[in-house]
């Protein structure tokens, strides 16, 4: 790999509270490292149509502090086709774009290994408020999200006790359910509803039943919105929605609420300026280092590399979604590395929602 003299930054796919620390991070060290910096705005949509500014250190001062992303985000289904990888190369030719560095989720991964495989080496950060990159401990954007669902559930908790109510909350995180069982824990939830753990739907009612014999006045129910209830004509219904109904019906009076991208906004806290900073430093190293095709992970308090396309089949094999000739590469040692990390967040997941229901009163 030729010596590094210009790097691109880019965030894509859904926005995440800590984006702009990580740009900030990004463009101050390769900065210090004696590199141009360039911004392309718009995640990948940028580098098809040529959106492309400068970055210096005073366009990222005081970025830190801000929700969203400074550069914009998008999502762009025309970066998958060669015409689209063919535009982005050419946009990287023209400003002298020697490297990327893609901050986003799975997606954004997918289309950051696409462009080191075209010759533009490529690192990947970790951001997105779901935290369901499963090779990583954490991503940037999540303990954000988790504070601004934790505020709500208990601004809905003052009103569910004044009114002996019980309150549904729907919260974000697609097929993952951490933020949904960590904020249910930290509010004191009476029921939590999460992909990857069977919901035992009588219980829960029972307890709340219980409950409310005791004189207990406000309920909180928190479900992630990657579950669902399948009707008996095959519909798949969001779970948050029918369960609101049948608590209304048999046990007490019940509103629901969805609290959809409102997750996604706030400045971000501490753990994920510090996060996107580390990350972002991380990123720029390995590309000075010469190395492609990798992200950012956090494992064990530690930022290390791992290579993009195994992280991807790491995710789909937690997530149940291989597909034939997904292994067909990797040796029974880097399999079972792959098992290994879906067996800790496994564990993880449970042992969470474990004590959710072990405190669930």
Known sequence: ????????????????????????????????????????????????????????????????????????????????????????IATCKKHKIDA??????????????????????????????????????????FDTAMNTVLDALDNFMDTCESHA??????????????IAVRTAIASGAIAVAIPEVPFDEAEALDRIKRARAAGKRGMIVVVSEGVFHTDENGNKIPYGEYFTEICQRDIMET??????????????????????????????????????DLIVIEEDGKYVPMDIVFALTTDRMYKKKLKDGD??????????????????????IKELYKIANDIAL
Do not use: W
């Open 255 to 292: 509103r629901f609420a969805r609290l959809a991208h409102f997750v996604r906004g706030g400045n971000p806290t501490l753990r994920d300026r510090l996060t996107a900073s580390r990350m972002g430093v991380r990123a720029v190293e390995l590309l000075l280092e010469g190395k492609s």
């Open 327 to 348: 292994l067909d590469k990797y040796g029974d040692e880097d399999i079972a590395a792959m098992k290994a990390i879906c067996d800790k967040r496994t564990a993880e």
């Open 1 to 88: 790999m030729d010596k590094i003299k210009k790097i691109g930054v880019l965030t894509s796919g859904g926005d995440a509270p800590g984006m702009n620390a990580a740009i900030r991070a990004i463009t101050d060290k390769a900065i210090e490292q004696g590199l141009d910096v360039v911004a392309v705005l718009g995640g990948y949509s940028g580098l098809i149509n040529d959106k492309v500014v400068p970055m210096t250190m005073d366009t990222v001062n005081g970025i830190i502090k801000r929700g969203g992303t400074c550069i914009y985000s998008d999502r762009c289904p025309e970066f998958a086709t060669e015409e689209g990888m063919q535009k982005a």
């Open 100 to 141: 990327i560095v893609a901050i986003g989720g799975d997606g954004t991964f997918r289309g950051a290994t696409d462009l080191s495989l075209h010759g533009i080496p490529t690192v990947g950060v970790a951001g997105t408020i779901d935290n369901d990159i499963t090779a990583t401990d954490y991503t940037v954007g």
């Open 165 to 178: 109510r019980c309150n549904v909350v729907e919260v974000m995180g697609r097929d993952c359910g951490d």
